[in-house]
């Protein structure tokens, strides 16, 4: 065929095609914009929807009767911008958003950079966070971090931009921000923190309180004031990069001196430690958004019974002197379920706020040696196991180390006892013996079972309890003991619920067994004979009509009693803030505050035994031998608990007969030990 008459090349065909793809594309560009167009045409014509309305949020206790209001109305007072100080919108600005004033609510670069910090972490932690768009979350919407959030933000940052000019939206945005302490707003904020008008307000004072929003908590003058300067710092800084102000008026307004004006504290009706400490479980643990909690109308459901608080709230104020400085902690546990049912932080709240149920200052003393004793008992101790009581020095550290303790009042037995003597007496000879028997490493993985999780070292004197562990440490911890080595986490919050009854929250605690049963009653048994004649406790004998174990412990600074009950634990802490000495006299309020307490608060429920699990068993045996007890025994023997297995087997002397016709010897633990407990209880 002639070149003349041939078909045109492909690329005519090709042509055609992207010719069609731009046609089409811009005809769907079209459509887009016209879309778009429309769409913002009906959102510049409608109103903007109302914002939410800040809601009680109310706590309750485990029966559901209301504990506290933990909202009663919003410290707000709204102010037109114009009397809002100048200093005060610079420092707003320029920490929050210094672009404000050239973007139509979503900054590109803001978003670009949340974006990327998105996918590189796979999460949706960082926000673009215009003063738009933070003004549409808190009218319009909660704080989840969810992408369907995230678009509905979106939507309302746009149309509060189309419908309010930029000097409305950052007026509105001054008066929503949350400040913690139930205030809304500057004008609320500046009055609460400085007495002061928001219009009078200092270079200095506008970055301190311009800082705030970013944590209410984090940031407030009230609560960490080091927090606070760090903040208004980096706001400075900030002012003086954006040309607001220069560097040398940012140092100088950073070293100006702010007074800020002392917190009026409200003192709650009841449980206001323990309202503190959930408070802070649901924002920090949970993560609760603070305002939600405050104001958001959720209802908390909590474990504490308002009936023990009321009692324990009154053994305190009882036992304690009306006046002075001497301060008590108590917290209450059920161990069967580890629901906190009572808790103290100290003897006057509006006074101060500080829990002492939760410091970890103060040396337990004594009281920590059941732990020590558990431990021994999982490793090849028994009731029996002796050990002389006298001045002892030991040695540790490869021989390197000495340590010498010695027993209260310089009182020894100076002769051989065993554990159940030497935890009634609170023999320190004894504890040491057993630690350096058992192993001080031991002793603190047994701790760290039990829930302890303060510092601990592998020292001789750990078996006096000389480091330091919060009552609440060691509440947990022997409620582990009374639920028979079960460990059932502590709990102050049961379910959580947003106004329309949505369930944002509900408890699972976890339960594990981290010591057999037999040896948690076994050591139970043994501190029951704290509170009989001899025993440490025996002072409050009178007071206890039902079955309890316990420790005291006392030490220069601080007095203790911790003990329980089937159905509670409790630790009682007594001692001085400033751990100043503590007087003879004062050292022994811990454990009437503790028997008045358990007694009140179990006023409803009948005595019970301590079941006794499978594993266990009795015998009659002879003190002075640590051998079965017969008729050829010297007078004096009684009926001692064990560990299957773990009992004597011979008999202090051989005299030929018959244990039945003796009526001593091993017994089986349905006639022995109930039996036993229930004589020592009736009798006591």
């Not at 986490?489 to 037999?518: C, M, Q």
């Amino acid at each position: 065929m002639p070149e003349q008459h041939r078909k045109p090349a492909a690329p005519s065909r090709l042509l055609r095609r992207l010719r069609k793809l731009a046609s089409l594309f811009a005809s769907l560009s079209v459509i887009t914009l016209a879309g778009l167009f429309l769409l913002l045409l009906y959102w510049r014509s409608q109103a903007l929807p109302a914002a939410t309305v800040a809601q009680t949020s109310m706590l309750y206790d485990a029966r559901g009767e209301v504990i506290d209001a933990m909202y009663e109305g919003q410290n707000r007072s709204v102010v037109p911008l114009a009397d809002v100080s100048p200093w005060l919108v610079k420092a707003v600005l320029a920490i929050e958003d210094h672009r404000f004033y050239e973007h139509y609510g979503i900054d590109p670069q803001g978003v670009a950079r949340a974006l990327m910090t998105d996918l590189r972490t796979m999460s949706m932690e960082q926000g673009a966070s215009t003063i738009t768009q933070q003004l549409a979350r808190n009218l319009y919407l909660d704080h989840e971090r969810t992408w369907s959030r995230k678009i509905k933000e979106a939507v309302y940052t746009m149309r509060l931009e189309l419908q309010l000019s930029k000097n409305q939206i950052l007026e509105q945005y001054l008066n929503q921000i949350y400040f913690g302490h139930a205030t809304y707003g500057i004008q609320a904020a500046s009055q609460l923190f400085l007495h002061k008008d928001a219009k009078d307000l200092t270079l200095a004072e506008s970055a301190l309180l311009a800082g705030i929003p970013k944590g209410p908590k984090f940031y407030s003058p009230f609560l960490n004031m080091a927090n606070t300067k760090d903040r208004q710092k980096l706001i400075l800084d900030a002012m003086a990069k954006f040309g607001d102000i220069t560097q040398e008026e940012a140092d100088e307004a950073y070293a100006e001196p702010i007074d800020i004006v002392p917190q009026q504290q409200n003192q709650a009706a009841i449980a206001p430690y323990f309202r503190d400490y959930v408070r802070q479980v649901a924002t920090e643990q949970l993560g609760i958004d603070e305002a939600l909690f405050d104001s958001g109308g959720i209802k908390v459901y909590t474990t504490l019974d308002l009936d023990m608080q009321k009692a324990a709230e009154a053994a305190v104020a009882q036992e304690l002197p009306d006046s002075g400085e001497l301060q008590a902690a108590l917290v209450a546990i059920d161990p069967r379920t580890g629901y906190i049912k009572a808790m103290v932080g100290g003897r006057n709240y509006a006074d101060n706020q500080f829990n002492r149920a939760f410091a970890t200052t103060r040396q337990p003393g004594s009281s920590f040696k059941p732990i020590v004793y558990l431990t021994a008992l999982e490793n090849g101790f028994t009731p029996l196991t002796q050990f002389r009581s006298e001045p002892t020095t030991f040695t540790y550290d490869d021989g390197r180390q000495t340590y010498t303790p010695s027993n209260y009042g310089g009182l020894y037995e100076n002769g051989p006892i065993d554990m159940r003597t030497a935890i009634a007496k609170s023999d320190n000879i004894y504890a040491v013996n057993t630690i350096v028997g058992v192993g001080a490493d031991k002793v603190i993985e047994g701790a760290r079972k039990l829930g302890i999780t303060s510092p601990l070292s592998p020292l001789p004197s750990l078996a006096l309890g000389t480091y330091p562990v919060s009552p609440f440490e060691m509440a947990a911890a022997f409620s582990v003991i009374a639920n028979g080595g079960e460990k059932a986490e502590p709990t102050a919050i049961l379910r959580i619920e947003d106004p329309s009854g949505k369930v944002l929250y509900e408890a699972n605690p976890a339960r594990k067994v981290v010591f057999a049963p037999a040896y948690a009653y076994v050591l139970t048994n043994l501190m029951q004979s704290v509170f009989e004649e001899g025993g440490t406790g025996y002072r409050v004998a009178d007071t206890l009509k039902r079955p309890v174990a316990g420790k005291t412990g006392t030490t220069n600074t601080d007095a203790w009693m911790v003990g329980f009950t089937p159905e509670l634990a409790t630790a009682v802490w007594v001692g001085y803030d400033k751990a100043r000495s503590i007087s003879a006299v004062e050292s022994h309020l811990a454990a009437p505050i503790f028997a008045s307490f358990t007694e009140n608060a179990l006023a409803a429920v009948p005595p019970k035994l301590f079941a006794i699990p499978d594993g266990v068993v009795t015998a009659y045996i002879d003190p002075a031998s640590g051998k079965l007890a017969n008729a050829a025994c010297s007078d004096g023997s009684r009926l001692e608990t064990f560990v299957a297995g773990t009992e004597p087997t011979a008999y202090c002397a051989d005299t030929g007969g018959d244990r039945e016709e003796t009526g001593s010897g091993k017994e089986s633990r349905d006639s022995g030990s109930w039996w036993s407990d229930l004589k020592r209880w009736w009798r006591d």
